[in-house]
């Protein structure tokens, strides 16, 4: 079964500074990869996704992922934080090995960024 | 367009009672999904639909649990026998298709409260 680690419950940044959060996994098949945004009282915000092909995946708010099937890792990125950004972050992998349809999601990353 | 609505918005109930929590999807959305958030946890799968049948629904925790969807759009997810630990925010999700590669919009959720 699919399962996926967000190793940081916390992440603070200065405005304007490059930010990551970070996301391992672990499949049977090959994984599609997304990331979701999720601000107080609200649904969770498709940012991006990773399903085959180029390893830097370009998302929304400037957001982008990057891909590394070796250290079964797809952490997010942006290259200058804003304070807006701060939210609840997660991280989610379906397998091509597995028949079934549904996401499994990270536990999250609180992204706080400080101005 | 609009997106996935839930509601209600907040249900506070006792222990014992009976609950219906609605989903609208996006128009056209073919597949349906039911999640449960916990505080400081991600989303756990619940229920999949395509069309008007469950497909999966490995993820229901037992048997009080149930979700429908008669006529392939709106879907209610029904909790019998309430119980203080099914108290979550309860997320409902929807995709143009059931094809792995698509990104699921999720809805506002719904936070029930069982005292």
């Known amino acids: 079964a699919q399962s996926v680690a967000q190793p940081e419950d916390q992440v603070n940044v200065a405005e304007g500074n490059p930010l990551t959060v970070k996301c391992t996994y672990s499949v049977s098949g090959n994984p599609y990869l997304f990331w979701y945004v999720q601000y107080p009282n609200r649904g969770l915000q498709f940012l991006l996704k990773y399903i085959t092909g180029d390893n830097l995946v370009k998302g929304s708010y400037g957001f982008e992922a990057e891909f590394n099937k070796s250290q079964t890792s797809f952490h997010l990125k942006k290259p200058s934080a804003l304070v807006s950004d701060s939210a609840l972050y997660f991280c989610?992998?379906?397998?091509?090995?597995?028949?079934?349809?549904?996401?499994?999601f990270g536990p999250g990353t609180r992204l706080s960024v400080l101005p | 367009g609009a997106g996935v609505s839930q509601t209600p918005s907040n249900k506070v109930t006792e222990k014992g009672k009976y609950v219906e929590l609605r989903c609208d999807p996006i128009?056209?959305?073919?597949?349906l999904y039911w999640y449960r958030q916990s505080l400081g946890q991600g989303p756990e799968f619940l229920i999949y639909?395509?069309?008007?049948?469950?497909?999966?629904d490995s993820g229901l925790p037992n048997d009080r649990f149930f979700a429908v969807r008669p006529e392939g759009s709106v879907s209610t997810l029904k909790i019998q026998r309430t119980e203080r630990g099914d108290s979550a925010v309860y997320l409902c999700?929807?995709?143009?298709?059931?094809?792995?590669?698509?990104?699921?919009?999720f809805g506002p959720g719904t936070r029930l409260t069982v005292l």
């Open positions: 989610a992998v379906r397998d091509t090995g597995d028949y079934g349809q549904n996401f499994v």
């Open positions: 999700a929807s995709s143009l298709g059931a094809g792995v590669m698509n990104e699921q919009f």
């Open positions: 128009s056209g959305h073919t597949a």
């Open positions: 639909f395509q069309g008007t049948g469950a497909a999966d």
